[in-house]
């Protein structure tokens, strides 16, 4: 078992919106979570972060209660987010915004084969280095963002809705790249989407979260074929 979360709660004042979450993955899985808005998607990768607090339940990764620890000393235990809306820094470039990604790490060595990883994966980004991130289109910084996590030499990364504001030809690049990163480097992900068909599609387990309760999960496979699903997330 590589992450394990139990009976997590968590609020913003006095609004709870996470009502018990039970979920966990195992090493090199990808597990996606869907939901609609609002569901509380966002707020579960977060509280997974250390950025915002569980008021009560706990988070077991590796082994090792991680629960409200700070979300830097979560990133050092190897735990990186790519939070959603890309959040690039537009006025570094693209090279300055993934050596911040590697902001925990002494060893230069390994920061040097994480960056030839990230622009091997994402080549468009090596032809952009100087660029300031800003000017990159948005599948370019959603790549960035990727590149950036994954330049804190994770071995689970959450990933908050990849696919929003994107083209379908540019959101299915981004899938398939990035599913490159999970089976070659056995990389564990957490994948929260909107985007049902293309989260269905990668993962191999879902969790279907409505309302800050898990209502369903199960083999991808299996998810994508359930009749309530069908008519929730596919018209019927
Ligand atoms: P979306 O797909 O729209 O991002 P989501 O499933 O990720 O939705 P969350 O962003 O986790 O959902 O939000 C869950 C609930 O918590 C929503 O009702 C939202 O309004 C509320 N919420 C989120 N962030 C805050 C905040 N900073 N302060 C107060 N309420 C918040």
Redesign the pocket.
Known sequence: MLIKVCGLRAA??A?E?LHGIDIEADRGEVLSII??????????L?TIAGVVRATSGEIIYEEKKITNERSDRIVRTGIALVP?GRRVFPDLTVRDNLRLGAYTLRNRRLKKDLLDLVLETFPKLRERLWQHAGTLSGGEQQMLAVGRAIMANPRLLLL??PSMGLSPLMTQEIFSLVRKINSEKAISMIL?E?NAHMALEFSHRTYV?EN?AIVMSGESSKVKSDPAVLAAYFGG
Not at 35 to 44: E, F, I, P, S
């Open positions: 913003y004042g609004v919106v939901g609609a808005n609002g569901a509380g998607k966002t707020t579960l977060k959603e908050d809705e929260v909107q979260l800050g």
